[in-house]
């Protein structure tokens, strides 16, 4: 295969666009940003050569350089036409990213809409950027205010989010922006209240995780079943925990299962711990008077309780209710 560049500049030196340090290094694969380099050396030349020698002459495995150059296409990084592999020009691809949707309209303008957008951008720049944020997160930040409708406080906390998590790339960004969105934030007060939601089901999350004894997290389906029970339902940890105790005669109590006993009581209208504890008193002591019944008449139609034969399913009504 051959490496060529697209710009027609060919010194002694090395030119590294700086837009590939700020948009696209930072959260590249360390050896897939050595692939990059190498190859924009190769293209000074127009040097031939194969994935192999490249695999050797980098000292990486040749899965490696395969995915590398694969993940550099994807990212329009670099451009292969049959043989030939052509490094794109990022500085005109972050132009474009700029100017082709505003024909008229610039950075500055994207910015300049208002005073607080401007204040929260420049905040973000100076601490997440060290003041030297790439031009392209101007249109994107712009862009996150008009589609979302977010303040310059969840601005920011939403840039502070993904850099405490070592995420601050724009895939990442968006998807929790488009998160926090479906959550109907949009103020600080959102924000907050989210936050408190959130911290309130973890912390339900982990005493499931404890009281069941389990020795690993809980799956993305088994939480689901929890942020239910506690965000729809508004169930706390002492309710739910009636029904754990439901498990204790199982080997693998399974979340189906448990969601099967809470769904119950919240269709029953059961909102309290009080009133589903009195319910189960209720049941517990129906069954009893069933099993009296149909231990002391032979020959007699048994008795049939309606209410019991509809939940019949959930394990003979709890098991041990």
Known sequence: MTFEQNLSMLFSDLNIPEVFISEYMCIANGDYVKIYLYCLFLCKYGSEISPLDLSKRLSLPLKTVEQGLKYWEENNVIIKMQDKYTLADLKKVEVDKLYKPKLTSSAEDAISKNVLHNQIITTINNTFFQGVMSPAWYTDIDFLFSKYQFDEHVMFSLFKYCFDRQALHKKYLY??????????????????????????????KKAIVKKLGLSRKLSQYEEAYVEKWVSEYG???????????????????????????????????????????????????????????????????????????????????????
């Open 175 to 204: 998807a929790v922006a488009e998160g926090w969105a479906s959550n109907n934030i949009k103020t600080a007060d959102d924000l907050d209240k989210y936050y408190i939601e959130y911290e309130k089901v973890s912390q339900i």
């Open 235 to 321: 169930y706390p940890l002492e309710t739910i925990e009636i029904a754990l105790k439901k498990t204790t005669s199982r080997t693998n109590p399974s979340f189906d299962y448990i969601d099967k006993i809470i769904t119950d009581w919240h269709d029953r209208k059961l909102n309290s711990a009080e009133e589903i504890n009195q319910f189960l008193k209720e049941q517990k002591q129906k069954q009893k008077e069933i099993k009296n019944m149909e231990g002391g008449k032979t020959n007699v139609q048994k008795y049939t309780d309606t209410e019991t034969n509809q939940y019949a399913n959930l394990k003979k009504f709890y098991a041990n209710v």
